[in-house]
């Protein structure tokens, strides 16, 4: 006796789900990532957000430029508050590694006050503890 035929769609939704299965299990997913999930992003964010995006006509060129301001002044204060919260030469380290959300694996050589190029970790650590963390007067 012969087997039922599948029909048609049948074969595809098997073939769409064994290859979603393996695309699962081997495969990293890629998306872009949504700037509001970014550590900066704040419920001003949002709401200059939707406004520039809802807004019509000739206030929405307004909207749009208090949207790209809001975003600045977050990006900012969320920098600030990450930089005072550092306690030694590896946050710093650590903070100076991100670079718009993403890890960098280069660091650029840094200029001391005599003009000199530093490179090495230690001497760039001691240039941001002298900026960062000044001894008191």
């Not at 301001?69 to 946050?91: N, P, R, V």
Request: charged content about 25%.
């Amino acid at each position: 006796m012969r087997a039922p035929a599948m029909t048609a769609h049948a074969a595809r939704e098997a073939f769409d789900t064994a290859i979603n299965h393996a695309c699962k299990t081997t495969l990293k997913p890629k998306r872009v990532p949504d700037p509001r999930g970014a550590n900066w992003w704040s419920d001003e964010c949002s709401t200059a957000h939707i406004n520039a995006r809802t807004t019509k006509g000739l206030e929405c060129q307004k909207a749009f430029h208090h949207l790209r301001h809001t975003i600045q002044k977050a990006k900012c204060e969320w920098a600030h508050q990450k930089l005072h919260e550092a306690t030694d030469e590896g946050d710093i380290w650590q903070i100076t590694s991100a670079r718009k959300g993403h890890i960098t694996n280069t660091y650029p050589a840094l200029q001391d006050s005599n003009d000199h190029l530093v490179t090495d970790p230690e001497g760039k650590a001691m240039l941001f503890k002298e900026q960062f963390f000044p001894t008191s007067p």
